[in-house]
Nanobody, 120 residues
Framework: QVQLVESGGGLVQPGGSLRLSCAASGSAFSIYTMGWYRQAPGKQRELVTSVTTGGNTIYVDSVKGRFIISRDNAKNTLYLLMNSLKPEDTAVYYC??????????????WGQGTQVTVSS
């Protein structure tokens, strides 16, 4: 089992940048596919980006070229660098750790979330 704690959220003006961090504890960080999800008011939670154990990344189209996900297995930490932020990026951002148990079975762990607000 892994515990996840996000930090780094806040209020930023449009065009600004923020870096989110997710500190993991309790289990071997390197075995998890890690991701960032977000949920805006009145909307479903959506995957923003993820990075596999091998370092492969995917991004939702709306953040491509602006957001960068990275992981530091030595520090058990996941990062999300968000540049050129837009008001539509406003949401609660959640850190996710996904453990693949078998071909068809995974187990998800979630952090408590951190608020990102993009507004002038």
């Amino acid at each position: 089992q892994v515990q996840l704690v996000e930090s780094g959220g806040g209020l930023v003006q449009p065009g600004g940048s923020l870096r989110l961090s997710c500190a993991a504890s309790g289990s071997a960080f390197s075995i998890y596919t890690m991701g960032w999800y977000r949920q805006a008011p009145g909307k479903q939670r959506e995957l923003v980006t993820s990075v596999t154990t091998g370092g492969n990344t995917i991004y939702v189209d709306s953040v491509k070229g602006r957001f960068i996900i990275s992981r530091d297995n030595a520090k058990n930490t996941l990062y999300l660098l968000m540049n050129s932020l837009k008001p539509e990026d406003t949401a609660v951002y959640y850190c996710n750790a996904r453990l693949t148990l078998s071909t068809l079975t995974t187990k998800d762990y979630w952090g408590q979330g951190t608020q990102v607000t993009v507004s002038s």
